[in-house]
């Protein structure tokens, strides 16, 4: 239209006409038209934060002074912190009039803001004047207050305009933009789509992707219209597939035929009163807003899909709710107890953030991260995300190093919050240890968080540029933040990103590819959207189409980087597929059971005529399709689709890219031991780790051999490693506890692993057993040679002198005695167990009864030589036989009871000896064990009392002393071997017990025996009647 106009008043001028376009009238009209028109896009570039930043850095270089600095930099930040418009602080020449812009009387500094009253702006042309506050900021370079106070002290109080030269003439706008755009151009920033106004639309930009509302922005900004609006780039890819989707679903034969689906998009634009328009609008259907009237019958709304926030969503339930009408979120997680997810009409095409909490969990196990930090919204979400999560951390052994709530309010905190944020977020990611960071909360919450960090010391900026994995939720989308140009985000590079599952329609990839900016046609949203994207504006009759920032039209979305468009479908593009698929979906089974039920009744009525949105509900409850892309769709209990999440590795490019790798995927309908699949050799980490697994732990692994230590004072994820104890060990790295070896196993001496332990006992192959066994054989030989002496000379007086055949028992006892050794030598059986003690205990009852019998014999048979004696019907082999056998079936009673109750057995003791099993017999019942030594101590104990009692009665040969000593010798030998049997273990208390049974046995042979047997054989002229009555006499 202003082309047309241009070229009518330039005709109307060379035919010497008069030029009606300059008529008010026309003038007045041509501006009411502008207002019913959509407005252009302003395609002058905001500026970044970063990008002032880097000017500022560079006004010391350009700048012909350092005063020339302090004003550039003072200037600077006041025109981009205060969003001032340039012409409110500075002429537009150094002649122009300068009584309207700011002047030194109206700055208030304080000591941590500044106070600037404006006196005129383009809104307040009668100067009734307004306040703008600047806060200190923690960034030396980017804090207005610093930077205002030192160039005041150097421009000193002379009155006149704020920002003049050192001459006193003011700063002029085009003093201003010149060497501001050097200071740019050497910063490395493109100044070609940049204006003055730059500095004012990068203050609105940045404060919108921090998520101020649209009121605080206008109220900041001190606009009166929405222009500033324009600057707020969307989601274009949500708007592209609920076409596409739509699209798809007119252009299917299969389902609803015959009707077509026609949608209406509103914009939020986050902000709360704009959402609850939108919606009054939609319900009453009057571009004049009349509460309760429904004016335009055409339009049947039928559902509701949005929003992306949980807010909006919620505020969206509240009144959609009371009218029944169904609403497919795309975006929002719930917490468990608002009450939004228990109403009826409220539907979500996203998991269970119950899985997004396992698959945290999981994801944290799989690389052993356990000293993390979190960031957390400062919202109800958060506080529910903690409310779950931090159990479920404590759970896994997982510990946070510090939780730091980020706000996202929609008003600027104020100075002091501003500063202690920007303190604590440095000290936190100071942690070297806390290399793992989960960053839960929306768009919004991130760039809150860049914020402070920016806000934050240059030097803590490049310092925590790496060193971090950052763990995102999937309601944080980087697509948005890249669209941001200027921001630094090398700090998420090799991020690890939850997302919403989603899988390629058919067909999008290809409808994308053929979209053109040129078909705007119904598409309000296309022009903006490329003009924002491709940096070029549309063509009109009074522009050059040979000027390069004049948009071809031909431009396609996949030349676009994927910081700005994204060709792959997302995952909230993919929720609000499969939610127009549900709802066409469900009408087509409300279509079909209509029609049927038509059809028995003859009613010719199309099946969709005056359906009520709450009439889907049943149908849209209990759908189950498959999609275009081979996945089956449907709701659960709680409404939400059966769906999952997937991982994503995410690499912020060169060329301000943004590339997504799938990693790995969180899905609940998987089986068992399928549901958490990490492809870990498809993560690319961070530079900084050089492709090294990174560690986030309060300590340092402790290796095998070690235990975990708690700290006092501190969380359980920081320990000391203290050495196993003795006889404990542990495998694995990080064990909280060390464990013994199973019984047949001990530790090794590092104590991180078991070595089999050797089955012990004393064998014959070995020096010992064979010493011992030597030696048993040689006392039998003996004994059989004693025997086999009496047996031979048993006529001999001396062999008839005591009772002969108590002799032989006693010469065959200690025989089996020296035999019975045998029994505990060699690899423990059953047999041998049973008849071991048993028969060592008969055995020697029976040589200690032949004793007893032999000493009381000697002792009868003296008292028996007195006159008159009663005793010497006694004399004679009954009592000596007596004696013997009365003995003797004692302890065979004793050791009948032992066997047939608790009989010994054999046993490996795996306990009481380090790295041995010791093979041995054990006794069943050490009651009957101790009894049956306990029966043989009091024979022995009894027979060393007579025969010390008889050892000098005069008698030729009187055996009562030798027994004296065979059972001196016989007592000492067992006393010592009880503290020692009982102290020692293995083959050395086997051997022990053996040498007993020799000694004794050995010392009752010896001390019995040999003096009759040196007789016999070498002094035969003693063995004799003659000799004994001899003596006698």
Known sequence: MAGYLAALAFSSKSQGLADTTGDFRVRRMLEGWSRECPVMADSRRPLSPSAVQGAVEQFAVVCRSPYEAALFHAATLVLFFGAFRAGELLPRGRNSPACKVMQLGDVVIGQDVVQLRLRFSKTDQRGRGQLVSLHRATNILLCPVRALSHYTALRGSAPGCLFIHQDGCPLSQFQFWTVACRALTAAGVDTGQLSLHSFRIGAASTASQLGLSGETIQRIGRWRSATYKSVMTKFYQHLLVLAFAVKEINASPEILPNITLGFHIYDTYNDVKLTYRNMLDLLFKSHRFVPNYKCDSQKNLIALIGALDFGNSFYMADIFGLYKIPQLSYGSFAPEENAVTQTSSFYRTVPNETYQYGGIIQLLQHFGWTWIGLFVADDESGDGFLRVLEPLLAQSRICSAFTERIPHQSHLPDTDAIKSM??????????????????????????????????????????????????????????????????????????????????????????????????????????????????????????????DETCTLEEKLESLPGCIFEMSISGHSYGIYNAVFSVAHALHEMYLSRSNHRAKVGDEMLGLEGVQPWQLHQYLQNISFNNSAGERMSFNEKREMVTGFDFLNVHFLPNSSLKKVKTGIVDPNALEGKQFVIEEDKIVWHRHFNQVLPLSVCTDSCQPGFQKKKREREKFCCYECAPCPEGKISAEKDMPECFACPEDEYPNKEKNGCLPKVINFLSYEEPLGICLASVAVSFSLITVLVLATFIKHKDTPIVKANNRDITYTLLLSLLLCFLSSFLFLGKRTKGTCFLQQSAFGIIFSLAISCVLAKTITVV??????????????????????????????????????????????????????????????????????????????????????????????????????????????????????????????????????????????????????????????????????????????
């Open 422 to 547: 920007a303190e604590n977020i440095p000290q936190c990611l100071m942690d070297e240890k806390a290399r793992i960071i989960v960053l839960y909360g929306e768009t919004a919450v991130l760039l809150w968080l860049l914020m402070y960090i920016f806000a934050a010391s240059v030097d803590y900026k490049e310092d925590t540029a790496s060193g971090k994995v950052w763990i995102t939720t999937a309601q944080t989308e980087f697509l948005m933040l890249a669209i941001s140009r200027g921001w630094d985000f090398e700090i998420f590079e090799g991020a690890i990103s939850f997302a919403i599952h989603s899988n390629e329609p058919w067909g999008f990839q290809a409808y994308l590819q053929d979209i053109r900016c040129s078909w705007t046609q119904g598409d309000r949203f296309r022009k903006v959207f490329c003009e924002h994207a491709f940096g070029c504006t549309f063509p009109t009759p009074s522009t050059s189409t040979e000027n």
């Open 860 to 1033: 009868v048979a003296f008292m028996a030589t007195k006159p008159s004696s009663s005793m010497r019907k006694w004399v004679g082999k009954m009592l000596a036989n007596s004696i013997v056998l009365s003995c003797t079936l004692i302890q065979i009673g004793i050791c009948g009871v032992w066997l047939g109750t608790s009989p010994p057995f054999p046993d490996l003791d795996k306990q009481s000896v380090t790295g041995e099993i010791i093979a041995e017999c054990n006794e069943g019942s050490v009651i009957m064990f101790y009894l049956v030594l306990g029966y043989m101590g009091f024979l022995s104990i009894i027979s060393f009392t007579v025969a010390f009692l008889a050892r000098k009665l005069p008698d030729s040969f009187n055996e009562a002393k030798f027994i004296t000593f065979s059972m001196l010798m016989f007592c000492s030998v067992w006393l010592s071997f009880v503290p020692a049997y009982l102290s020692s273990k293995g083959k050395a208390m086997v051997a022990e017990e053996i040498f007993s049974i020799l000694a004794s046995s050995a010392g009752l042979l010896a001390c019995i025996f040999f003096p009759k047997c040196y007789i016999i054989l070498l002094r035969p002229d003693l063995n004799s009647r003659k000799h004994l009555i001899k003596r006698n006499n």
